[in-house]
């Protein structure tokens, strides 16, 4: 890697933000994450002598970029955390393993072991106590060509223009290709769906009709190259992107759909211009059924009920268009239907004991006695402590699922039992914590990702990392701007 051109790159971005800073500064820092596609973060801060800080602007984004040119030690994200003294002297630490904090908090991320995710809460609900399908392979059909025939009426179609699926949808293929198809998904679909793409293969695109409410049904070529691509609507399902706070609840609203970011057996069959999606849901919670359509994307931190198969999709806005209940442009054949989307559920943060024998996954406790009540728990997943006087974390240590623990705005007593948890993957805590910690027992054997609460130093933050026993993806970096180049 050209190290002494990104210096020369990191010290004309502390040059720029010297030469931006008020009058009086005491520190200038730039907390920034760039990529091939573009520049982001906090953008620059100014602490002043009275303490206080200012945000500056981020009018320097083509060295941060040029320097990801030039880092060639792998792909994703790479952080720059540049900080600059009055006196000149730079310090700078980039790595493509440490991010700032999920959330906007001051703090940062180290990402230990990659190829570890973060567990998936869906995971802890039961399956389907109904597993059959509530979709009708033959009413879907009847359904569909009803709902064609409707649109047809409203758009003043003359007689004659419609009268097989063919003539406004695309032709279907046939069976031995679906099939194939099926296989290459690597998933089953749903009965009434698959009866669906056996008269028509999806419904043209951007260019067709837009039967499912303004989402384009996709050819079956489509749903298995979708199914196979990156899911970046679950970008959450990361360590980068992980939290331990209310980004997502950590049971359905009703038992349906699991709560997850992402699932194999959902499966994409509609999309919206808006990065939205309708997929059927092969994997569902205890009260769902196999098949049921659910509504996820860019809009959605968790997936929302939509209906319980394909077929009432279909009966559902058959009876909006029946109702009146919609607006069209008869110009250009499009059509809109008013019926409000489900709701977005959005529970408590915290699933806490209520005394009624429901599955507690992520707490915020206080006090010892609150720990005390959580003493070998078998479903707590999370924990979130706060509180100003000393915490015993020894009644966590044979929570079998427990695998987050956010310490930092808490006093531990026993940060050494911390260590001996097995399972834990995620930690969160100040930096004298982390001190105390590694001095007493080191660090935790499966930990995958850790976060430093506050604002270091660059070079507090590389000898941090380095205290973890990480990988080698931490480069630092320092240097003095000329005299010339820092007085006021």
Known sequence: MPEAEI??????????????????????SISAHAHEHGVGGRGVINVLANGRSRPGGMRTPEYLKQIVELDDTGTGEL???????????????????????????????????????PPDSGDLHAGPADPTEAGDPAQAVRLL?????????????????????????PAPRDAEEIAGLERQLGARLPEDLRAL??????????????????HPWLDLGQVVAVHHAD????????????????????????????SSADRPGWIVFAESIGGDFLAVDMDPAEHGRPGQVIRVGLHHDEPVHVADSVTELLHLQLTALQ????????????????????????????DAPDGDGAPVHHVQVTCDAELVSLT???????????????????PLRNCPRLYGLDLSRAEVDDLEVVAGMPGLLWLSMRPQQWHELLDRAGRPPGLAAAVLTGTPSPAALAAWAASLDGDEDIRYYTGRLPENAVSQ
């Open 376 to 394: 070998g728990h078998p479903t707590l997943t999370a924990v979130t402590a706060r509180s100003a006087d000393p915490l015993s974390l020894a």
């Open 145 to 169: 060509w009803a709902y064609l025939r409707k649109r047809a009426e409203i758009f003043g179609w003359e007689a004659g223009r419609l009268e097989r699926f063919s003539d406004v949808l």
């Open 197 to 214: 793409y056996a008269v028509a293969d999806g419904d043209g695109g951007d260019t067709g009709s837009r039967l499912f409410d303004r």
């Open 79 to 117: 952080a720059v955390e540049l900080m600059v003294h009055p006196d000149g002297r730079y310090e700078a630490v980039t790595s493509r393993t440490i991010a700032p904090r999920p959330g906007g908090e001051p703090g940062h991320l180290y990402v230990l072991r990659p190829g570890v995710r």
């Open 231 to 258: 899911r970046w609507w679950a970008s959450k399902s990361t360590w980068r992107h992980h939290s331990l706070g209310p980004e997502r609840a950590e049971r359905p609203s009703d038992g349906r759909v699991r």
């Open 7 to 28: 210096t020369a790159l990191l010290q004309h971005l502390a040059r720029s933000m010297v030469k931006q800073a008020p009058k009086g500064w005491q520190q200038t």
């Open 323 to 350: 109702q009146g209940d919609y607006r069209y442009d008869a110009a250009t054949e499009q059509l809109w239907i008013h019926s409000e989307p489900p709701r977005r559920h959005n529970p408590s943060t915290t």
